[in-house]
């Protein structure tokens, strides 16, 4: 199962990003509630695990809220690993924006 792993930099402190996260993840399932089914969302203080089901395909993962940084760790199904590259690439954009 191919992995994704990105860091990203912030200043906005632990209390603040995770507020922003979690406000983010609402907005996704608002958006898209109807495409995902299973989907699970787990805080531990500052990490968060997940898991959803898309097209048959299971997603999981964690994003782990420290000082200065986000980090994100998903298992992408094998039949994404094509797309790992875009996938990432959107994931950097969105966090970039929301952590600014």
Known sequence: MPNLTMETSHKLGVNEAVRRLKEKFDSVRE????QVSELREEWDDRVLSFGFKTVGMNISGT????DSTVMLAVSLPLAVALFK??????IREELGELLT
């Open 85 to 90: 590259g875009m996938i990432q690439k959107r």
């Open 63 to 66: 994003v782990t809220v420290e």
């Open 31 to 34: 958006s898209f509630g109807s």
